[in-house]
């Protein structure tokens, strides 16, 4: 991330402080100084003159947000500003109906909107898992998906513009299995293989000999991208069988606008990506293999602009990118179908959409609340400060949709699920700090 904390400093976060809007707040936010020491600026641009320093595990009060800023009430009665990642919000504490409105200093819910009416559905394992296929619901958000050039000409004329930021993890998914040949074609040489070792008398030894081989041969690029695009689907269909599309037709054009957008920067812009706001008051959001991404109203209405909701796609496209979830699949069926077929994922002829439809059958899609492993969240937290600043959004968009999420208290019923399987958010932005100072 070294490339992407100079960009911070001298490129990217000017041009965002010039079209970020003033937040007002809702009330003063406990804080306290995260850095060694922070200079206070008079106002939010790294140019603007130096008016106090704070040193580390101060505490301070934030009176106001402005783009990546904070307005902070200094001990004189005057205020000045900080970037958003120079001081950490002090946890609310439990999250109440009146204490959840006092602590959010940013977004719809905080100016009052539809979180306030939205319904806490608690999607869990047992409704995903039982949840019937939303096949209406299914159509209605397919429908609202864009194409990359349509993405493309939205964000030129909001200025968005695409830069060009290698990374390693990002780069080895686009090189997949490459030319690798096909489960089929592997099994049918295994197969003359056999035949040829029996006509010379292996007898046995020819058989065991190609069990282990049999096993060895594992699944093309083609395959495995095959599987995700029949999961997709099945599995977004299921989520809305839990928790219907909302009905706002221009919170879901613009979902897809900056997702597909965002999307556009990652290393598999080809997949089918579709997004969509589903009707739950949790915070939270799904990724589903295969280019299916879905997050809560909850979530949506907590994010103020579309830098912010770029910020938590970014995220999601991560797990995506990485087939993270996709990964859990695989190894829910070798735990199933046994060592022997399972170290090969093979199946009978190789249809994707059997696969798919066997696996959604049987676990809903309750995967999509499963716990990744942490270096799993946390390459997905670095994935998206990348695909953030690809697309001409400054990373620390990220950091502040975490620290907005810590606001809301110590493990609010609203994040109950996303704290189940997520990392602490203070162990998450501490990695964020890790790689931009390096």
Same mark, same amino acid.
């Given at each position: ?118 319904s806490v559905r608690g999607i ?118 839990a928790a219907p599309l909302w ?49 809560? %109203?909850?979530?949506? *209405?907590? &994010?103020?602009?579309? $830098?912010? @909701?770029?910020? !938590?796609? =970014? ?74 600043? %690809?697309?001409?959004? *400054?990373? &620390?968009?990220?950091? $502040?949709? @975490?620290?907005? !999420?810590? =606001? ?19 162990a998450r932005m501490d990695r ?7």
């Amino acid at each position: 991330m070294k490339t992407i904390s100079k960009r911070i400093g001298v490129a990217i976060l000017p041009a965002l402080l010039l079209t970020a809007g003033a937040i007002a707040a809702t009330a003063e936010m406990p804080a306290v100084v995260h850095k060694p020491s922070v200079e206070v600026r008079s106002a939010p641009d790294l140019k603007a003159g130096k008016i106090a320093v704070l040193q580390r595990n101060a505490a301070v009060k934030i009176v106001d947000q402005n783009g990546l800023w904070y307005r902070l009430q200094l001990a004189d009665g005057g205020s000045g500003y900080v970037r958003i990642n120079e001081v950490r919000v002090a946890s609310a504490g439990t999250e109440t109906p009146t204490a959840n409105s006092q602590a959010l200093f940013g977004g719809n819910a905080g100016q009052g909107r539809s979180t306030e009416t939205a319904s806490v559905r608690g999607i869990n394992e047992t409704t995903l898992r039982t949840a019937r296929n939303d096949a209406a619901g299914l159509s209605r958000l397919q429908a609202y998906s864009v194409s990359a050039e349509t993405a493309g000409a939205h964000a030129r004329s909001k200025g968005w513009q695409p830069v060009r930021i290698a990374w390693g993890p990002d780069a080895a998914a686009a090189r997949g299995s490459g030319g690798q040949a096909t489960q089929a074609e592997k099994r049918a040489t295994l197969s003359s293989a056999r035949g040829l070792l029996s006509r010379l008398g292996g007898g046995a030894i020819a058989d065991s000999a190609m069990r282990v081989a049999d096993r060895a041969v594992g699944k093309s690029e083609q395959e495995l991208a095959a599987e995700e695009l029949e999961l997709g689907p099945a599995i977004a269909g299921r989520v809305l069988g839990a928790a219907p599309l909302w009905a706002n037709p221009d919170a879901q054009k613009r979902i897809n606008l900056i997702g597909r957008w965002v999307a556009s920067q990652t290393s598999r812009p080809q997949l089918p990506w579709t997004f969509g706001v589903i009707d739950d008051g949790e915070i939270n959001a799904y990724a589903a293999p295969g280019g299916y991404i879905l997050v809560t %109203r909850g979530m949506y *209405d907590l &994010l103020d602009d579309d $830098a912010e @909701l770029a910020a !938590m796609i =970014a995220h999601e496209l991560g797990h995506v990118v990485q087939r993270d979830h996709f990964e859990v699949i695989r190894k829910q069926e070798i735990a199933k179908v046994g060592k022997d077929v399972a170290m090969a994922q093979v199946r009978p002829h190789g249809i994707a959409a059997d696969f798919a439809r066997d696996y959604v059958d049987t676990h809903g899609a309750a995967v999509m609340i499963s716990s990744l492993d942490r270096d799993a969240e946390y390459r997905a937290d670095e994935a998206a400060g990348v695909y953030l600043a %690809r697309a001409g959004f *400054d990373p &620390l968009s990220f950091y $502040a949709v @975490l620290q907005k !999420m810590a =606001a809301l208290g110590t493990r609010p019923a609203r994040m109950s699920q996303l704290y189940r399987t997520h990392p602490p958010l203070a162990a998450r932005m501490d990695r964020l700090d890790q790689r931009v100072s390096r």
